[in-house]
């Protein structure tokens, strides 16, 4: 594995970094999150034009043929732009998920659906009352001649007012696992927004015996589990690089406030108290980055990843926290302010510790892919 960037990521970082820096400045990001659906979707559609959204998937359906390094290489430029947008559940989770299930031609559509137009598909997994996304649902599925319905009522489901269709994990009525795709205005869906701490769109819906269309029940029993563990894996993965790119922004604020807010006629940054903070933001980040890299390379070579996917979370829940605590520590008063930019990041990077499995889930994760 080559921990370097080669041509091509190194071409996606910089192409990218000039298109957020020209397309989405701090007021913007505030605009987007202000809003009601939590999405630019002027600037999403510029994101799947220039192929942000596609890059992942097979270049038989449009896609750009690359790999999961790849895409994270674009995540931690969002991150570091503290941008908003569905690439994790879409580019992570759903592509993911729809290309390891059986195919059929409503995945097929479903895949070349994401990668010529840039469509919102959006995981649907977490019950209102669930341990994580992995568990048990208590949303059932009812098969009966007339069709098949849906009924009950998933949480923190991202981007679900902007999304086309919603993938649903729920249970038969002998117990079954299964996941369905859904359209997000059929008839019986409604949606509430969640007041969420990082400040992404998430929402609560209902499902009051919802009717699933023809070819909409994608995967059952292990197969639909096994397609659920590889697109949480991959949206983890991608999730993570999208933090390492927020602690980049607190990194540079957290400098140039160290480098010009002065204290006893010396910059603060002379001081070891505060250069000893930067330090070690700098390095927890790019061990953060090194296991991403590692985690998506081992991912891309088909290997099983459990356990690199489950260390690399818990080991960025740990120290991404206290890179949030120095970054407000180094800034003071002024970092805790909503009109200072600072928040934009810390906010993201701790809701992202508490999401995509927190630090007790993955340990256990890794201790299973142990063996212990």
Same mark, same amino acid.
């Given at each position: ?5 080669? @041509? ?5 970082? #910089? &192409? ?5 820096? *020209?397309?989405? @400045?701090?007021?913007?990001?505030? =605009?987007?999150?202000?809003?009601? *659906? ?10 799947? =034009?220039?192929?942000?959204?596609? %890059? ?8 750009? &043929?690359? &790999?999961?390094? #790849? ?29 390891? /299930? ?30 994580? =996304? ?22 923190? /489901? ?15 009525? @002998? ?21 969420? !701490? ?6 609560? /819906? ?42 980049? +922004? ?5 400098? =140039? ?27 927890? !980040? ?12 081992? %991912? ?34 002024? +970092? ?31 201790? /299973?892919?142990?063996? %212990?």
């Amino acid at each position: 594995m080559d921990l370097m960037l080669n @041509d091509t990521q190194e071409m996606i970082r #910089d &192409g990218a970094r000039r298109f957020l820096a *020209d397309s989405l @400045d701090a007021d913007t990001v505030r =605009e987007v999150e202000a809003s009601s *659906d939590g999405v630019n979707s002027e600037i999403w559609a510029q994101m799947a =034009e220039l192929g942000w959204t596609a %890059l992942a998937l097979p270049s038989d359906i449009g896609g750009g &043929g690359a &790999g999961l390094a #790849d895409l994270c290489v674009l995540a931690e430029e969002l991150g570091r732009a503290a941008a908003s947008t569905p690439l994790v559940a879409t580019a992570g989770f759903a592509a993911t998920f729809l290309g390891a /299930v059986e195919p059929t031609a409503v995945t097929r559509d479903m895949l070349s659906t994401l990668a010529t137009s840039g469509a919102v598909i959006t995981p649907a997994l977490l019950d209102a009352a669930g341990r994580d =996304e992995r568990s048990a649902s208590s949303t059932v599925l009812t098969e009966t001649g007339a069709g098949a319905t849906i009924f009950g009522a998933k949480a923190m /489901v991202p981007y679900a007012s902007a999304a086309q269709a919603l993938l649903v994990s729920l249970t038969t009525p @002998d117990g079954e696992s299964a996941v369905v795709a859904v359209d997000r205005d059929a008839a019986g869906v409604e949606w509430t927004r969640h007041r969420a !701490t990082g400040g992404d769109p998430l929402f609560h /819906v209902e499902f009051y015996n919802v009717p699933v269309f023809a070819g909409g029940v994608l995967a059952r029993g292990r197969a639909a589990e096994r397609a659920i563990d590889a697109g949480l894996d991959a949206a983890t993965v991608l999730a993570t690089a999208e933090a390492v790119g927020c602690c980049e +922004g607190m990194i540079r604020l957290a400098s =140039e406030h160290a480098s010009s807010r002065q204290q006893f006629g010396k910059v603060i940054g002379s001081y070891q108290a505060v250069s000893h903070r930067l330090a070690d933001m700098r390095i927890n !980040t790019d061990a953060c980055r090194l296991l991403v890299a590692e985690s998506a390379w081992m %991912l891309d070579q088909g290997h099983d990843a459990t356990l690199e996917v489950a260390g690399t979370k818990v080991f960025a829940n740990e120290v991404i926290v206290d890179m949030v605590h120095a970054a407000h520590t180094v800034h003071g008063a002024i +970092g805790y302010t909503t009109e200072y930019d600072l928040q934009l990041y810390t906010r993201r990077a701790r809701a992202f510790c508490l999401s995509h499995g927190d630090t007790d889930t993955q340990t256990e994760r890794a201790a /299973v892919a142990l063996g %212990l």
